[in-house]
């Protein structure tokens, strides 16, 4: 029998006031019924959609295009390779440059996660909610002419906050290139390794986004 592949959990636990979006309302998770009184555990989600890791649709930013309920289940899943782009920042950019440098050899990912660590600065901090780095259009461009299906980031954004009419978005999401945002734990990849990426988005009718469980699994 073979050996279990390595799942690595790439998603951000959910919780009541945790980080978003700066315009966003804060979430709350609030448990509504108690195993000791009701019987059972539950509990009431009052957020949006794009909160934590999720996923952002073409429709997100382009009227007429794909909602997340129509995105077919096997573009949510596919190699995937990790692009340290730490090194390479340019204040609250990733420029197009890091990404030639980080571009794996040989069999390119149809999905590339962009590793900044800026999930380790998870928290209300005006360093975490506005200054992350985000792709330049060009970057953006240039994932999408190597044919990826997805791109992934640890940050707030796939655009620089500064960037207020989210270029990278359009550029990506124009293409039918899904985007996940504050994604975590990218530290546990390896550059340089292919692992198959499996998105799993809440399944919402007519959705720009949502939610998403995402995992790398290698051999």
């Keep these: 029998m ?61 009227e007429g295009t794909a909602t997340v309920d129509a995105i077919a289940p096997s573009s949510l899943v596919g190699p995937a390779a990790v692009l340290d782009v730490r090194e390479e920042l340019r204040g609250t950019t990733i420029p197009k440059s890091a990404l030639e440098r980080h571009w794996p050899k040989g069999p390119g990912p149809e999905i590339a996660l962009l590793r900044t660590d800026w999930s380790r600065e998870r928290a209300p901090t005006r360093k975490y909610l506005y200054d992350f780095p985000g792709l330049e259009p060009d970057g953006a461009a240039w994932l999408a002419a190597k044919g990826v299906k997805g791109v992934g980031t640890d940050t707030l954004g796939i655009d620089p906050y500064a960037n207020a009419t989210f270029e990278a978005h359009k550029v990506l999401l124009g293409r039918g290139i899904w985007i996940l945002e504050a994604l975590d734990h990218l530290d546990t990849l390896r550059e340089g390794t292919l692992y198959t990426l499996v998105a799993a988005p809440l399944k919402i009718a007519h959705g720009s986004g949502a939610m998403a469980r995402v995992f790398a699994l290698e051999a």
């Design 2 to 62: 073979a050996p279990a592949p390595q799942v690595h959990d790439l998603t951000a636990t959910l919780e009541s006031f945790m980080p978003v979006w700066p315009t966003s309302p804060l979430p709350s998770f609030e448990p509504v019924g108690f195993v000791a009184r009701d019987g059972y555990l539950i509990e009431r989600i009052n957020c949006l959609t794009h909160t934590g890791t999720h996923l952002d649709a073409p429709a997100h930013f382009l």
